[in-house]
């Protein structure tokens, strides 16, 4: 079965700041998918990714995902508070969508 | 254009009762997921349906798990009896077809069983 390694597990960085969240598969994906969680809440889909070399941004947020299609980064610039919460990437491997265990980023002032 | 709605937000049982989670999908969309997540884990699928068929439902304890979806439009989750372990969030997330299709997700129902 398709597993997704998350990287780091946790973060803190400071307001400004640059940081990058791996995310690496087991197996080839079909497609990658990045969502972001509030403490309980439920998940906002932020982007996905299918061809290999793709890359995507969305407002301070770029997704990419490797020419092998096995691992995506997920890079955000000059990180506000608006920022913070649980990052989780998603592979769909041709079964059910498989997550990661997320990283849990915080931005502090 | 309205999101996925869940209820109860939040719901806190004795073991061995039992308890049902209501999810109603975004309008027009034919697939339905229901998931578990375990605290510091991500979300696991417990069961997919497309319109009001059962796609897969490999990782559903059915032993005390059950899930419908009659009409092919809303569905509840019920577990019965209820066990300490089953303590997690319960994300419903709808999508417009089944593969390569992205999942929009509900703001989850929060079970706590003491």
């Known amino acids: 079965s398709q597993e997704l390694e998350q990287s780091p597990q946790s973060l803190i960085v400071q307001e400004g700041k640059n940081l990058t969240i791996n995310c690496t598969s087991s197996?080839?994906?079909?497609?990658l998918y990045w969502y972001k969680q509030k403490y309980g809440e439920g998940l906002i889909f932020l982007m996905m990714l299918q061809k290999g070399g793709e890359e995507k941004s969305h407002e301070k947020i770029t997704a990419k995902l490797d020419e092998k299609k096995q691992q995506s980064s997920l890079h955000i610039t000059a990180s506000q508070p608006s920022h913070a919460g649980i990052y989780l990437c998603?592979?769909?491997?041709?079964?059910?969508?498989?997550f990661g265990k997320g990283t849990r980023l915080s931005v502090i002032a | 254009e309205a999101g996925v709605a869940q209820s109860p937000r939040y719901k806190i049982i004795e073991k061995r009762q039992s308890v049902a989670f209501w999810c109603n999908p975004i309008?027009?969309?034919?697939?339905l997921y229901w998931y578990q997540q375990i605290l510091g884990q991500g979300p696991k699928l417990l069961i997919q349906?497309?319109?009001?068929?059962?796609?897969?439902d490999s990782q559903l304890p059915k032993d005390r798990f059950s899930a419908e979806r009659l009409k092919g439009v809303d569905s509840t989750l019920k577990i019965q009896p209820a066990k300490l372990e089953d303590s997690a969030v319960y994300l419903c997330?709808?999508?417009?077809?089944?593969?390569?299709?992205?999942?929009?997700f509900g703001p989850g129902t929060r079970l706590l069983v003491l």
């Open positions: 349906f497309q319109n009001n068929g059962v796609v897969d």
């Open positions: 309008s027009g969309h034919a697939t």
């Open positions: 998603g592979a769909d491997g041709r079964t059910p969508l498989v």
């Open positions: 997330a709808s999508s417009l077809a089944e593969q390569q299709e992205t999942q929009y």
């Open positions: 197996k080839t994906l079909y497609g």
